[in-house]
């Protein structure tokens, strides 16, 4: 049987390398994390995108090689696993599934919210999943992770061990507060397993190929479980996935997408396929400058949104 056509394949390699060097010329004015000061040290110029169709082809420009940490892009993967292993009572007895209007480290956010997180796209979210993954200790939790990642997508992930001894270095009293709360609103048993996961599951890393290959497990995964639970984790992706910036990206693009501090950024078109970028400097709400701008001008290009 012949693979279904994508749009995706329409898209010549001339616009997409002008709208990338422009995506670098543009990200130059953002900031980085200073409270991850590895993170702090990326190449400002450094980009890497990968766009996958659900035909099989792919195509990309830039550091197709360099490996970076998915950080909070892992949240919607960890989402997955835990709705595949779980099921969706024992995940959203634990985490909400509304949009947050402060930033994603808010303990303000949490505590308006009485302890329960907002959504599973936001820190305190994604530190109540960490608490779930099953394992009995840090390291094996992200183990599982990790294997049930690589095996279904087809990528290669890894624990970027120089960046999580970077993290580790240097405490992050937000996520802690955060946790401590959640403790004394009982979503978390335990503080500490619940932190040192989220950290080593914010370490995994990769290329944009890897970034593109978990995007297409919410696109064509051949796996029921995930083919089930693969339209929760997209909606929230839309509503969710870029903080503040969720509603006016799904007016502008239309785009399920997900960003993380390290400049990684994915988006996924359903029956289409998906697109993996990575350009280090964010904006104020810590969104990947580079990234939005080429998501933006290929989904227009394009016609992607899901609301056209
Ligand atoms: N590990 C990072 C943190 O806790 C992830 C946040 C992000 O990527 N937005 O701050």
């Not at 919210?113 to 994604?126: E, F, L, Q, T, Y």
């Not at 992200?142 to 279904?152: A, T």
């Amino acid at each position: 049987m012949k693979a279904p056509t994508s749009k995706l394949s329409s898209l010549q390699p001339e616009p997409l390398a002008a709208w990338a060097k422009e995506a670098i010329n543009r990200a130059k004015s953002g900031q980085f994390p200073a409270y991850l000061p590895l993170l702090a040290q990326a190449d400002r110029e450094g980009f890497a995108v990968q766009i996958r169709a659900i035909d099989g082809q792919f195509f990309g420009f830039g550091s197709a090689e360099k490996t970076f940490p998915l950080m909070s892009v892992v949240k919607p993967f960890v989402l997955l696993y835990l709705l595949c292993e779980l099921g969706e009572t024992a995940v959203f007895d634990n985490v909400g599934c509304e949009p947050s209007e402060l930033p994603f480290n808010s303990l303000n956010q949490l505590q308006t919210d009485k302890g329960k997180p907002r959504n599973p796209m936001i820190n305190s979210g994604a530190i109540v999943l960490a608490s779930l993954i099953p394992g009995e200790n840090a390291v094996s939790r992200c183990q599982n992770l990790l294997e049930w990642l690589n095996e279904r997508a087809n990528s290669q992930l890894f624990v970027d061990e120089l960046m999580l001894d970077s993290v580790n270095a240097t405490p992050n009293q937000n996520n802690l507060d955060l946790a401590l709360e959640m403790v004394e609103s009982g979503y978390i048993q335990d503080s500490e397993i619940a932190l040192e996961t989220y950290n080593r599951v914010c370490c995994l890393a990769g290329t944009v190929t890897d970034l593109a290959k978990l995007g297409m497990l919410l696109v064509n995964s051949g796996d029921r479980a995930i083919s089930e639970h693969s339209r929760t984790v997209k909606a929230l992706m839309a509503t969710c996935g870029l903080y503040q910036a969720s509603g006016r990206f799904a007016v502008r693009v239309g785009l399920p997408t997900k960003s993380g501090v390290s400049g990684a950024i994915l988006s996924v078109i359903p029956g289409e396929g998906a697109i993996g970028c990575y350009s280090p400097p964010l904006d104020k709400e810590g969104n990947s400058i580079g990234g939005l701008f080429l998501l933006e001008q290929i989904a227009k290009a394009l016609r992607l949104s899901v609301f056209d």
